[in-house]
């Protein structure tokens, strides 16, 4: 398997070259095109009851395609929003990936859901984070640019949980209401994660809710 993150940062797409019975999964409608003979299977990643779970708490990707090479194929995927993409190989580890933020994987990965609890429920499932375990890799990626902070040891960092992309399981975190309940409930900050050093987190520079509300002031509600 090779691949190749094209067009980036802005509007970054993955094309990658696969050989007979190589695989690699996706998100649901990230496919672009692609070229051989490709055999397609439709599923929900981490079984059927995680699956049920993600629908029911409203995330992202419900099912997941995963795509099998024949013979020599190519297949090319973007994600729904503009931004960067990046690689990261899995070897026995586990990170945790906003369900936003994740495009595909290959390999032997578990896909499944980090709960988080009912703090997860009042920020409107953000923090209904996925888990991916195993050996292989996964690409994530970012609203905007992708930026990686490396937090050093004792260090504190209080990050937005919407600009969260992806972090390793093992980091030390702690997730805790940012304000008070009435900026909690009408906008702005809400719910913010302090991380501990040593750490890895991956950020995007942009969100999307506050372009929805820009929208919304030149659409007009419905």
């Known amino acids: 398997m090779k691949y ?12 990658v070259q696969l050989d007979t019975g190589e695989t690699i999964t996706s998100e ?8 051989g003979d490709v055999e397609i299977e439709t599923h929900t990643g981490g ?12 995330t992202e990707a419900v099912f997941m395609n995963t795509y099998r090479a024949r013979g020599r194929a190519e297949i090319w995927l973007a994600p729904t929003l503009p931004g960067d993409i990046r690689y990261i190989p899995l070897h026995g580890d586990s990170w945790i990936v906003q369900d ?3 495009l595909a994987h290959h390999g032997d990965i578990d896909v499944s859901i980090a709960w988080r609890g009912l703090r997860g429920v ?6 209904f984070w996925l888990r991916l375990s195993g050996h292989g890799g996964v690409w994530v990626n970012a609203y905007g640019g992708l930026e990686e902070l490396r937090v050093p040891a004792g260090e504190v960092v209080t990050i937005d949980n919407f600009h969260f992309v992806a972090m390793p399981e093992t980091v030390d ?3 805790k209401k940012f304000g008070g309940w009435k900026s909690f409930l009408l906008g702005g900050e809400g719910l913010v994660f302090d991380v501990r050093g040593p ?3 991956y950020l995007q520079t942009r969100i999307l809710p506050p372009f929805a509300r820009l929208l919304r002031r030149f659409l007009g509600e419905k």
Do not use: H, N, T
């Open 199 to 201: 750490a890895v987190v």
């Open 173 to 175: 975190y702690r997730i």
């Open 28 to 35: 649901a409608g990230a496919m672009v095109l692609f070229k």
């Open 100 to 102: 936003s933020s994740y």
């Open 122 to 127: 009042l920020a409107e499932g953000e923090l």
């Open 47 to 58: 079984g059927l009851l995680r699956g049920l779970m993600r629908g029911i708490l409203g």
């Open 4 to 15: 190749l993150v094209d067009q980036r940062p802005a509007y970054s797409i993955l094309k």
